[in-house]
Nanobody, 129 residues
Framework: QVQVVESGGGLVQPGGSLRLSCAASGLAVNDYAVGWFRQAPGKEREALSC??????????YYTDSAKVRFTVSRDDAKNAVYLHMNSLRFEDTAVYYC????????????????????WGQGTQVTVSS
């Protein structure tokens, strides 16, 4: 059984940084593309970034919301993917999710998160002074 778990969220002041982790069991994360998404209260889920499989040189893609301030990376030895977030703003407050993509083509210039991908339960990020 595949389980995906996000961690690393919390309360941070504007301008601060966080590193979110996405860990998986039941599969080898390096064999899959992985995406990061977020959902703020009252808003639709928003794609942020994704990283392709290790065999595809772990290529990375970002949406406009994540460019410059966010960086996605993977650690195959730990079977994990990370989202490094810098210069956090009030509007970054949301629940952050990772998804292990069943289809590698979900990670590209357009980042697609599908219901049958492997999703975690989310981790809350709150940016507040």
């Amino acid at each position: 059984q595949v389980q995906v778990v996000e961690s690393g969220g919390g309360l941070v002041q504007p301008g601060g940084s966080l590193r979110l982790s996405c860990a998986a069991s039941g599969l080898a994360v390096n064999d899959y593309a992985v995406g990061w998404f977020r959902q703020a209260p009252g808003k639709e889920r928003e794609a942020l970034s994704c990283i392709t499989e290790s065999d595809d040189n772990s290529g990375t893609y970002y949406t406009d919301s994540a460019k410059v301030r966010f960086t996605v990376s993977r650690d195959d030895a730990k079977n994990a993917v990370y989202l490094h977030m810098n210069s956090l703003r009030f509007e970054d407050t949301a629940v952050y999710y990772c998804a292990v993509f069943r289809n590698t083509y979900s990670c590209g210039p357009t980042i697609r998160g599908l219901d049958d991908d492997y999703w975690g339960q989310g981790t809350q990020v709150t940016v507040s002074s």
